[in-house]
């Protein structure tokens, strides 16, 4: 039962991720610069990013008992994803409003590849020991 329930944790996180990530995309290669969430970026990557970072390492502590090579996949897949988007987001910075701001995007960055790496690590060790 605990098995699936990190099943289940890990395959909202990975659904989370494609959902905002299509949401990021439509963004940029719409013209209004709108994607199909209401939101702005901050309300996005609070409602649907913390929760992806977060949930597969839950699924992970809950699980640690229990050995499944499919939820290390999953929990490696998760991590992946949150990498790839840290990486465009740092792709698709703006060096104009960067410059004005005076903000640091790869220090704004960093937690998401560290937290992106951290469940690459955990998916690993769930692998191993299973």
Known sequence: ???VVSLILTGIAIGLLVIYGSDVAVT???????????????????GLGLPALIL?????FISRKK???GLGIMIIIAGILI???GAVVIGNADPEQIAKSGRNVVSETA???VAGL????LGLIKIKNS
């Open 1 to 3: 039962m605990v098995l």
């Open 28 to 46: 940029y290669s719409s013209d209004s610069g709108e994607g199909f969430i209401p939101f702005d970026h901050q309300t996005r990557g609070i």
């Open 56 to 60: 597969p390492i839950v699924a992970f």
């Open 67 to 69: 050995s499944s090579k």
């Open 83 to 85: 990498i790839i988007g």
């Open 111 to 113: 937690p998401l590849v």
């Open 118 to 121: 951290i469940q690459i690590g």
